[in-house]
């Protein structure tokens, strides 16, 4: 049996990476407004701990996407196939990402792609090759690097 898992980014505006990510991978923005109102009407969580992202009531520390063709949990808007979960963290990213996401459009849409992400707030950093491959790293707006190959 194989292990799920989500990737995870801390960040910190985690609804505005949110956005971008979703449009970058064409992934949707989680709603999980039903299951932060039931945990307000249970007194699990306070108003303190949600806001209100593009009207959808939403955690205030975090937002996730999610494949849109992959499965759903209808009780807590959670994507149970590829998901990505922004974090809030206090301290602002302060060197090279570990990890990171590569793109893989292919190299007849790479420039396609890239300048796409770029009017949606990426920045192109640099160019690489290793033998025969080629990519485009970019940061996103919070400055994690990511390639496009």
């Known amino acids: 049996m194989t292990v799920g898992y989500q990737i995870t980014f ?12 979703a449009e970058a991978l064409e992934y949707v923005v989680e709603d999980n407004s039903a299951m932060i109102r039931g945990l307000l009407d249970g007194g699990m969580v306070t108003d303190a701990d949600v806001t209100t ?16 063709a992959a499965p759903v949990d209808g009780k807590t808007g959670i994507g149970l196939g590829g998901r990505l979960l922004f ?7 302060t060197a090279k990402n570990r990890v990171h996401l590569d ?15 770029i009017q949606l707030g ?20 919070e400055g994690n690097e990511f390639c496009v190959g």
């Open 103 to 117: 793109l893989r459009p292919g190299p007849d849409r790479r420039e396609e792609v890239v300048e796409r992400l």
């Open 10 to 21: 801390d960040a910190e505006d985690p609804h505005r990476l949110a956005a971008f990510w």
């Open 53 to 68: 992202v593009g009207g959808v009531l939403s955690w205030r520390g975090a937002a996730a996407i999610r494949d849109p």
């Open 122 to 141: 990426a920045r192109r950093l640099w160019d690489g090759r290793q033998g025969p491959q080629t990519w485009i790293t970019l940061a996103d707006p």
């Open 87 to 93: 974090q809030t963290v206090p301290e602002a990213k």
